[in-house]
């Protein structure tokens, strides 16, 4: 038996900004009561790190050394997960679009890729893991028995996120969010480093036109397929 076999088992979820993989993790590991990675977090705490200490975002040394110290924790709170940061709750802030696309710069960078490897791996516990990300089928957990790579077209991920930002009071141009998004894309994808790509072993899933329940199901029907969940 491999040490992998040994292994709690993980379920990754990956895909470009806007597919939905966050909503459909988190609702993956609170029905099966698995541990949950965000890991597009860790670098939007790094980002924000570095934004509130004006640190220049093509400084890769200075981002590498952020990144290795980060005081982070993840906290459960009323069902949701609050995200600390040197002891703040910065849930909220993590989310401005000026961090989304400070933390897309980030990553694009080897160096604070290296740095964070581990602690994304450190998350992996009794009973499961759905961690969700860019490269967790490819590079982070590269022996996951279920890997989703979640996609939509950019006009709807454009869409959601303007109606997100709308219902929170925010005034954005759906034009100017399309924009972001394909320049994240082209960004994400062309990037040294782990570039967004889908694993070789990895089920697609267009996203576009489909209902949150309708996405999980499916991502359901596959974990059912390919692990023996307990109690099953």
Excluded: W
């Excluded at 950019?154 to 998004?181: C, H, M, N, P, T």
């Amino acid at each position: 038996m491999s040490e992998a076999d040994n292994q709690p088992p993980v379920i990754t979820i990956d895909g470009p900004s806007g597919s939905g993989k966050g909503t459909i993790a988190k609702l993956l590991a609170e029905k099966l009561k698995f541990s949950l990675l965000d890991s597009g977090a860790l670098y939007r705490l790094t980002a924000l790190a570095a934004l509130s200490r004006d640190i220049d975002l093509a400084d890769e040394a200075a981002l590498t050394k952020v990144a290795s110290g980060l005081d982070i924790r993840f906290e459960p709170r009323d069902g949701e997960v609050a995200v600390l940061l040197e002891g703040r709750d910065v849930s909220r802030d993590i989310r401005m679009e000026r961090v989304s696309m400070a933390a897309s710069k980030v990553a694009a960078m080897p160096g604070v890729r290296a740095a964070l490897l581990q602690r994304q791996r450190d998350f992996l516990k009794p009973p499961g893991l759905v961690a969700d990300g860019r490269d967790m089928g490819t590079t982070v957990f590269p022996d996951a028995p279920v890997k989703v790579f979640l996609t939509a077209s950019a006009e709807e991920r454009a869409r959601r996120r303007y109606e997100q930002l709308r219902e929170k009071g925010v005034s954005v141009s759906l034009r100017d969010l399309l924009e972001d998004i394909r320049a994240r894309d082209a960004r994400d994808m062309n990037r040294a480093a782990s570039p967004l790509v889908a694993a070789e072993d990895a089920v697609e899933l267009d996203s576009t036109g489909v209902t949150i329940d309708g996405v999980l199901e499916k991502v359901l029907q596959l974990v059912l397929e390919r692990i023996r969940l307990p109690g099953a």
